[in-house]
Each structure stands twice: as C-alpha cells, then as structure tokens.
C-alpha cells in the first residue's frame, strides 16, 4: 500500500535551518507530483511547495520563496524541502502529499529561541 513517512523536523532557532524527508513507497513515485503542506496549531492546512513528477518545476508559497527549496530524488523515492532562514511562523506540522490522495504522518518544525 502506498506509504509517505517524513522525517528531519524537531527544535531549531530562528535563522537556522532543517531539511525535511520524505520516503515513498506502495506506487511508482517518478510518475506523481509531490507537495509539502503545513499545519500550524488553530490554522488550516497549508500547502507550502510543490514539484513535478520529473523536479523540472517547482512552486512555493509566498511566504517560503527564497527560504525553502523542494526537491526529489526518483531513484530514492524521496522528496525533500531545505528549509532555511526559518522563522517562528515557520512552527507547524509538516506533511508530505501524493496527488494520488495520500498523506504522511507528518513531521513537526518548531523555530523558537
């Protein structure tokens, strides 16, 4: 069955950086897009980039451009989100989604000092 587990989150100081994973299995990854969402306490879900199934395009939220960087490796089956520059209003949970409809368990970024 298809499975999308993240990993990478945890406690990190504004100005730092994290770099999210998410390994897929249960379908042939190379042929779906993938995307990061977040979700932060009391807020809705979030979609935070996006990527082609090949990794020729690519598209951020406003408030990520030019701090996140999503990326894939087919031969992997993972897809990644480098994140720098995090800020507070980064704190969320990070979820990894396959347009075929499924989600990840999701991975928690908390930007504090």
């Known amino acids: 069955q298809v499975q999308l587990v993240e990993s990478g989150g945890g406690l990190v100081q504004p100005g730092g950086s994290l770099r999210l994973s998410c390994a897929a299995s249960?379908?042939?990854?190379?042929?779906?897009?993938m995307s990061w969402y977040r979700q932060a306490p009391g807020k809705e879900r979030e979609l935070v980039a996006d990527i082609t199934s090949t990794g020729s395009n690519t598209y951020y939220t406003d408030s990520v451009k030019g701090r996140f960087t999503i990326s894939r490796d087919n031969a992997k089956n993972t897809v990644y989100l480098q994140m720098n520059r995090l800020k507070p209003e980064d704190t969320a949970m990070y979820y990894c989604?396959?347009?075929?409809?499924?989600w990840g368990q999701g991975t928690q970024v908390t930007v504090s000092s």
């Open positions: 989604y396959t347009k075929l409809g499924y």
């Open positions: 249960g379908f042939t990854f190379s042929n779906y897009a």
